[in-house]
């Protein structure tokens, strides 16, 4: 619901700030009679939900728990409290338990950077967590640096969660309530002081990058990367700390595919996949072939290494960007003739660039103004993942001497 009413409501955090508050106070009676319309005029604070967002809300949540396949969807719109909901999917996940639908929806960006959603069977998802327990050990809490409605986290922070702390008939709530921590309000620096031997931590790229260069004389727990490469300098500082290092290779399309440690070249295919006869092929023992974006180098002991992306997107603090896209958009603002969009360089960040050609000549301080306005355009229709963080003007896009698109320094 964070994640939806965010792209509703661009910059606005009030949700997220109003849950993190409800859960820090352990009030959860009042997160339950929380009215999610903008009808109640007293009682507990209100979302103020209007009746599309209400709707667009409520289609997220009955696609994603599978409430639509049961045809009981239409009640959330006619329940309008936060417990409400939740009794909702709950009822709708018991109905669902052992059948053929049971699974979790997740929503991937597609080739053309619109998101598209991915169904998963909870079996091959839980089969997954199982496997990764057996072979890195059952955690002893599980702290999380990620968001729980994305696959990773959801295999992770909640599977894994229900897995290796199974609720108990006398205990009034889920065994995990104690042992999963929810650190994403927290500084990297804050991290090292929490983390005690045979936890589990899970985190992506940008935040281990972060946090690395702080961690010395670790207990021995367990650090976990995915949703993009981790760079290798960066997977030796983990090492080297005294945690034990894994990457999870995969996506939203695929679920989990290849595991390595931190300190090992290449992963191996988890249970459950096999090579296909294709380079860049992987399927189940059913023949269900995995929808990968990569190409893949084989070593000859059946371990792969991902070889680029065979779409244009690129990974930005974990998730898909287009920049091609991001560029085309750029050109619809009335001040922009043309624009170029890259990664930044290793040594000028790890976010979005971009080059534009102005309609117009303009002077530094007004090139400047440009930059500032755009960056505020950018942030009113984009995810922060997608927004570029530098804005460089000139006559003409940067090219070679051939004429191809080249690279430019900020």
């Known amino acids: 619901m964070i994640d939806e009413l965010a792209h509703l409501r661009p910059g606005h955090r009030g949700l997220a700030d109003l849950f993190h508050d409800c859960l820090a106070k352990d009030q959860g009676a009042a997160l339950d009679a929380l009215p999610l319309d903008d009808r109640a005029a007293d009682g507990p604070r209100a979302l103020a939900l209007d009746s599309m967002e209400l709707l667009s809300i409520a289609g997220a949540v009955s696609q994603r728990f599978g409430l639509d396949l049961l045809g009981i969807d239409d009640y959330l719109l006619a329940r309008r409290r936060f417990g409400d909901w939740i009794d909702l999917i709950i009822h709708g996940r018991e109905k669902l338990a052992g059948t053929v639908d049971d699974g979790m929806v997740f929503f991937s960006s597609g080739s053309t950077g619109t998101p598209k959603p991915v169904r998963h069977h909870l079996d091959d998802l839980r089969a997954e967590i199982d496997g990764l327990i057996q072979g890195m050990g059952a955690p002893r809490r599980i702290l999380s640096l990620v968001p729980s409605h994305h696959i990773y986290g959801f295999i992770f922070t909640i599977l894994g969660a229900a897995r290796a702390f199974p609720a108990t008939p006398s205990s009034d709530h889920d065994g995990d309530a104690l042992q999963r921590l929810d650190l994403r309000r927290q500084t990297p620096a804050a991290l090292a002081r929490q983390v005690q031997a045979g936890d589990w931590i899970i985190a992506h ?134 624009a170029a969009v890259r990664l930044m360089r290793p040594d000028e960040g790890d976010r979005l660039k971009a080059f534009v050609v102005p309609v117009d000549d303009l002077d530094p301080r007004s090139a400047q103004n440009l930059g500032d306005d755009l960056m505020h355009w950018c942030a009113q229709k984009l995810a922060p993942a997608q927004c570029p963080r530098s804005f460089t003007m000139g006559p003409a896009l940067p090219r070679t001497g051939m004429g191809k698109a080249m690279d430019w320094v900020i």
């Open 205 to 338: 790229p940008g935040f281990w990058r972060l946090a690395a260069p702080r961690l010395a004389a670790m207990p021995q727990a367990v650090a976990i990367s995915s949703t993009a490469p981790l760079d290798r300098d960066v997977a030796a500082q983990i090492m080297a700390s005294g945690l034990i290092g894994y990457e999870i290779y995969g996506s939203t399309e695929t679920a989990g595919l290849g595991l390595r440690r931190m300190d090992e070249p290449s992963f191996r295919l988890m249970d459950g996949w096999q090579r296909s006869a294709g380079e860049d092929e992987i399927h189940r023992a059913d023949g269900r072939v995995a929808d990968v974006q990569d190409h893949f180098i084989w070593d000859e002991d059946g371990r792969f290494r991902p070889d680029g992306r065979r779409d244009e997107a690129i990974q930005v603090l974990g998730i898909n960007v287009y920049p091609a896209e991001i560029a085309r958009l750029l050109e619809t603002h009335p001040k922009v003739s043309k």
